[in-house]
């Protein structure tokens, strides 16, 4: 499966984004999708994982209550709305796709499939 993900940009603190990613390839298969994010200087992160129902979420505590994740398997999408953002959020956004794990595996082990990030800037 490929993955591309869009919607990054330049926010100030307190403000919104939304994040898409597209997905191809083997979209049949039932994949627990998520996003991880990488701050500059510092490890890739968890973020947040939806299972391919969507009736099963799983979050960092950094962005619970902040951070929503969606799903439209019809279009093979994904999406992340960002709102209440801080500088902290800043960072390079990825895609992530995984056909086995559930989304709290997802977070703890990780996912197989990665697209290309989209940078997240927020100023303060």
Do not use: H
């Not at 390079?92 to 697209?115: E, I, L, N």
């Amino acid at each position: 499966v490929q993955l591309q993900a869009s919607g990054g940009g330049l926010v100030q603190a307190g403000g919104s984004l939304r994040l898409s990613c597209a997905a191809s390839g083997r979209t049949r298969s039932m994949y627990t999708m998520g996003w991880f994010r990488q701050a500059p200087g510092k490890e890739r992160e968890f973020v947040v994982a939806i299972s391919w129902s969507g009736d099963s979420t799983y979050y960092a505590d950094s962005v619970k209550g902040r951070f929503t994740i969606s799903r439209d398997n019809a279009k093979n999408r994904v999406y992340l709305q960002m709102n209440s953002l801080a500088p902290e959020d800043t960072g390079v956004y990825y895609c992530a796709a995984d056909p086995t794990r559930s989304p709290v595996a997802a977070g703890t082990r990780g996912m197989d499939y990665w697209g290309k990030g989209t940078l997240v800037t927020v100023s303060s």
